[in-house]
């Protein structure tokens, strides 16, 4: 049997490779078990190690990581699949394809093609809750958006730090989810745009001296910027399409489409342009010359408004 994993959630993508792994090893046990990268081996290693018979096992489970990235190995791909032992299962696994190769073609016809999209809003909200429930806990509705908005989309971080807030208490609420969870830089940025546009600017100012006592840099916190007024305008210039359906365009998180659409409600193409090219110019000042960096980026942030 040959597998094929692919896609932009990495969280799902290895969770499932685990569970693959571990049901063969339940059934045939670690002999049969190797990992391979193909990127890092000869084709004529690659073919060898395929076409090897099961030693000291009734199967073989062969992971073989990046096979595009190996040229001489993806046009060798089909026939080396033609001889390949009734006994051997091969996974692979490619987190992006080019979808314009012979190996993407012939893997998404000639194998069991699996692929892993980031979840949307509701799917999220719905994993949380299932884990928190399946681990005896218990959270609101509220207090989920909350937790996302706070530390982000990723199921990752999002199941580590779900570890940590249930190890404090079985009901998280909102309390323990300030206390125990540090906000991520692209949350923090984005808060700190809707504050600076709604013109709150003790809220601004704090949010700002919180991420330089995190030792979070005046340049790195504008690339943010820049990134962050880069995806609402991708989102402003879609508007009337589903957030899903941007997401998948451009490559960006369906949840971070949808969080950045409250932005884009509230200014117009032309503001979005202004800031971003203002943005833009500080970046290049930050670089290229001695300013008080600080004062450079509040005053940016000040005229947001």
């Known amino acids: 049997m040959i597998y094929t994993m692919t896609g932009p959630n990495s969280f799902a993508l290895q969770q499932a490779l685990q569970k693959h792994i571990e049901t063969f090893v339940n059934l045939h046990g670690d002999f049969g078990l190797e990992r391979l990268d193909a990127s890092q081996l000869t084709s004529d290693v690659l073919l060898e190690s395929m076409l090897a018979m099961p030693f ?13 990235g190996n040229k001489l190995f993806t046009e060798k791909f089909p026939l080396i699949l033609e001889s390949l032992s009734d006994d051997t ?3 692979f ?21 699996l692929e892993f999209e980031e979840l949307n809003e509701p799917a999220l909200f719905r994993w949380i809750s299932e884990y928190v429930e399946m681990h005896n806990g218990t959270i609101s509705s ?17 199941q580590s730090e779900l570890d940590k ?15 125990l969870t540090v906000p991520t830089v692209q949350s923090s940025i984005f808060d700190l745009i809707d504050s600076a546009f709604a013109g709150r600017t003790t809220q601004t100012l704090d949010i700002y001296r919180e991420q330089r006592m995190q030792k979070i840099e005046p340049l790195y916190i504008v690339a943010m910027i820049t990134w962050q007024l880069h995806v609402i305008a991708i989102v402003k210039a879609g508007q009337g399409k589903s957030a899903d359906t941007i997401a998948r365009s451009a490559k960006i998180n369906p949840y971070t489409v949808r969080k950045s659409s409250m932005l884009a409600q509230k200014m117009s193409m032309t503001q979005i342009k202004s800031l971003v090219s203002r943005t833009r110019d500080l970046e ?10 600080d004062e450079a980026l509040l005053e940016l942030l000040m005229h947001f408004n």
């Not at 696994?93 to 093609?113: A, C, E, G, H, M």
């Not at 079985?170 to 323990?176: F, G, N, T, V």
């Open 56 to 68: 000291l096992a009734g199967k073989r489970l062969l992971i073989i990581s990046d096979p595009g």
């Open 89 to 91: 299962n091969i996974i």
């Open 93 to 113: 696994v490619q987190p992006t394809f080019d979808k314009r190769s012979s190996i993407y073609k012939f893997l998404k016809k000639n194998s069991d093609f």
């Open 142 to 158: 509220a207090d989920t958006r909350f937790l996302v908005s706070r530390i982000g989309s990723s199921q990752r971080t999002l």
């Open 165 to 179: 807030l249930l190890s404090y208490q079985s009901a998280i609420s909102k309390e323990a989810i300030e206390l």
């Open 284 to 293: 290049r000042r930050l670089k290229r010359e001695s300013i008080d960096s």
